[in-house]
């Protein structure tokens, strides 16, 4: 069953493939229409206090600007933290469990984008993840 490729198909072909134009993803279109949430995950496992800081922020308001409503962030439990051992560290703010969602609720300019955090999650000491919702953005 050898059927010919008429030119016209072949031209078709050609300025499909060649466009620039994306084609809609039906399946998210579908997804959309029955969960209320765009979310997004950023792992910051191995992360330093420092650099996990800066990456969330600029996370949060990459997620702000693109419209996301759920953030899920991953920071680990804390159980492998070398920070437990030093006495003159505070067993909760040197962990990321921790630190990250204070961080975040002492950033005026983040908090101001964020509708809620999980702080139930934060506080449980069998979850290394805890998750935020985002403000829509004023268009």
């Known amino acids: ?6 030119d016209k198909d072949k031209e078709v072909w050609n300025n499909f493939i060649n466009s620039k134009d994306k084609m809609p993803n039906k399946d998210w279109q579908r997804i959309k229409k029955n969960f209320p949430y765009i979310e997004k995950i ?3 496992h ?3 206090l420092e650099n996990a800081n800066i990456e969330i922020e600029k996370f949060i308001e990459l997620c702000f600007e ?3 409503t759920k953030i899920n962030i991953i920071t680990g439990k804390g159980g492998r933290s070398k920070n437990k051992d030093n006495p003159y560290q505070s ?4 962990i990321l469990k921790y630190s ?3 961080y975040i609720r002492e950033n005026k300019n983040l908090m101001n984008k964020i509708l809620k955090i ?10 290394g993840s805890f998750d935020i919702i985002l403000r829509k ?3």
């Open 1 to 6: 069953m050898n059927k010919k490729i008429s």
């Open 42 to 44: 950023i792992d910051l």
């Open 46 to 48: 191995g992360y330093t």
């Open 66 to 68: 693109q419209g996301v």
């Open 91 to 94: 067993k909760d703010l040197s």
């Open 100 to 102: 990250v969602p204070n």
């Open 118 to 127: 999980d702080s139930e999650a934060v506080e449980n000491p069998s979850r």
């Open 137 to 139: 953005k004023n268009a």
